[in-house]
């Protein structure tokens, strides 16, 4: 099984500490996804900055079918969305 190291909340600094407290104020926590990318914060700003653009930005599909294709990818992927 493989093994990532997470940099807990209390233990984040600079860049890391304003990932994660914008994810608190956005989200109402912090989504494990961003833990997993906690070694790199500027690839994970930059993740969920790519994320933002195809989920909450306008385009051909609404949020909900977004939203939908999200959840149906992630159970085929057997991944909890």
């Known amino acids: 099984m493989a ?3 997470l940099i807990d909340e ?3 600094t600079g860049a ?3 990932l994660y407290e914008s994810s608190r ?3 109402g926590g912090i989504a494990n996804i961003i833990r997993v990318m906690s070694q790199d914060a500027d690839s994970a700003a ?3 900055r790519f994320y933002i653009t195809l989920m909450k930005s306008p ?3 609404s949020p909900a079918r977004r939203e939908m294709l999200a959840a149906v990818v ?3 992927n057997d ?3």
């Open 3 to 5: 093994w990532i190291r």
């Open 10 to 12: 209390s233990d984040a």
């Open 16 to 18: 890391l500490a304003k």
């Open 25 to 27: 104020a956005r989200a």
């Open 46 to 48: 930059q993740s969920i």
């Open 59 to 61: 385009n051909a599909l």
């Open 74 to 76: 992630s159970n085929v």
């Open 79 to 81: 991944c909890y969305y």
